[in-house]
């Protein structure tokens, strides 16, 4: 799946590298695009899938993004962060707000709404690499309250008043965690 | 409005990165922010490359026969051109804004300044047909902060076509918020019975967006559709009372919402 140029060990590498396409396809070259696809639609995907799970609703909410992304890829600018900071935002905003539109529409329909912890299954099943390894580490370092915290916002894809509702503390504590727990993963993750 | 941070406001930062925060007001208001504090703005944008390695330790294979699709999508759809600010003096290059998200503000060309206007004339009939109850006005004051969002969008467009039935529909339309407003003006009253139902007729698929509100005074009352993507158009049919679920008549009114 992921070709040769494409090194998730080196988010640095990576990162020039996709800027350097997203550059090329703002002016329409559809190579070019073809290649940023290859390198970027499985992370999209993965993370889409990680919050929405529905695979049917994940593809296509990760092909409204990898298209979002060829449409407006000359809007990208580069002073703002990198063009992988830059598409993967986009798509967890949009896997959000996916399950929050959902959970709005079950709520009209007064279905009863269960909270779900997000399950191992998915990370259990994705390919292992050094990345992911090194995140995994940088998790592992954190309190169980700053891990439990980001983990259920981001991949999650809950509020941070869902996250204090569903962890039973305040919300001033769950801003502070979080804030604190992306700090230290960022000095972990070497992020710059 | 009431202000509701202090000296502390910087530690939304991290569930901002997160998109963490799921009430419009807060997240304006925090965007707003940061658009004074470069120290906010570079925090968020730390925050934000941060949690792109999360997202890239979830990394799935897709589905093989998206790859074939999202090509040939991008080889039918124009793409966006770049953001030109008009006010600048060639060769000078684009000042640097605060921020790292595309939520937040980017330069506003001279061009947006007619959709500012086109907006305001917007909100001058939407006020007034607002402005009618207390219990109304209580109801819309989280609608009218969408609303204001959406108006006050560096994208925002304003559109206004005729139907096949007579009257007029104004849209504005933003893409970065994903949103639009509809107000109608002089559309005759739906027969008895039926109703104006609102669709996004997207290339993926069509999705119900919300019935027409009655008409007051000639005119209907704001509807906010939120959700739109790269493509849609918005239509408007005429349906049973209750609306349904698919169109079922021929659209009075197909608009397409260009960039």
């Keep these: ?192 | 409005m009431m202000r509701l941070f202090g000296p502390d406001l910087h530690v939304l930062a991290g569930v901002y990165a997160l998109d963490g925060i799921d009430d419009d007001a807060e997240r304006s208001r925090f965007e707003h922010h940061l658009r004074r504090c470069q120290q906010c703005a570079d925090e968020v944008r730390e925050m934000s490359a941060t949690a792109t390695r999360l997202g890239f330790a979830a990394t799935q294979p897709p589905p093989p026969p998206m790859r074939e699709r999202v090509l040939a999508a991008a080889g039918r759809t124009r793409q966006l051109p770049p953001v030109v600010d008009h006010a600048r003096p060639t060769g000078e290059p684009r000042q640097r804004r605060a921020g790292s998200r595309g939520r937040q503000g980017r330069p506003v060309p001279r061009l947006a300044w007619g959709v500012v206007a086109a907006s305001l004339v917007v909100i001058v009939v939407l006020t007034t047909v607002l402005l009618r109850t207390q219990s109304e006005l209580n109801q819309s004051r989280a609608h009218q902060v969408a609303i204001t969002r959406v108006l006050g969008a560096p994208d925002a467009r304003a559109v206004t076509e005729r139907t096949s039935l007579g009257g007029t529909a104004t849209v504005v339309y933003s893409h970065s918020r994903h949103s639009l407003i509809l107000t109608s003006a002089h559309l005759p009253p739906p027969p008895n019975g039926k109703v104006y139902e609102l669709w996004l007729l997207g290339p993926p698929r069509v999705r119900a967006a919300g019935l027409l509100p009655a008409t007051a005074q000639g005119h209907t009352s704001p509807v906010l559709v939120k959700g739109f993507v790269p493509g849609d158009q918005l239509g408007m049919t005429v349906e049973p009372a209750g609306g349904t679920s698919r169109p079922t008549t021929t659209p009075i009114l197909v608009l397409p919402l260009r960039v």
């Design chain 1, 1 to 192: 799946m992921r070709p040769a140029g494409a090194s998730p060990g080196h988010p640095e590498g990576r990162d020039r590298n996709l800027d350097g396409l997203l550059a090329q396809v703002a002016r329409g070259d559809e190579n070019a695009f073809a290649i940023l696809y290859d390198q970027l639609a499985g992370p999209v995907y993965g993370l889409i899938r990680r919050v929405v799970r529905d695979p049917a609703q994940s593809e296509e909410v990760a092909q409204e993004v990898l298209l979002e992304v060829w449409r407006t890829a000359a809007r990208f600018d580069p002073a703002k962060g990198s063009a992988a900071t830059w598409a993967m935002t986009i798509a967890h905003r949009r896997a959000v707000d996916r399950v929050r539109s959902a959970t709005a529409a079950a709520e009209r329909e007064k279905r009863t709404s269960v909270l779900l912890p997000p399950a191992d299954d998915v990370a259990d099943a994705v390919e292992s690499s050094l990345e992911r390894e090194r995140v995994r580490r940088c998790l592992d370092g954190l309190t169980d309250l700053q891990r439990e915290s980001i983990t259920l916002a981001y991949y999650g894809g809950y509020s941070y008043r869902e996250v204090a509702e569903l962890l039973g503390i305040t919300l001033g504590t769950i801003k502070t965690r979080i804030r604190d727990g992306l700090i230290r993963l960022r000095d972990c993750m070497g992020v710059t």
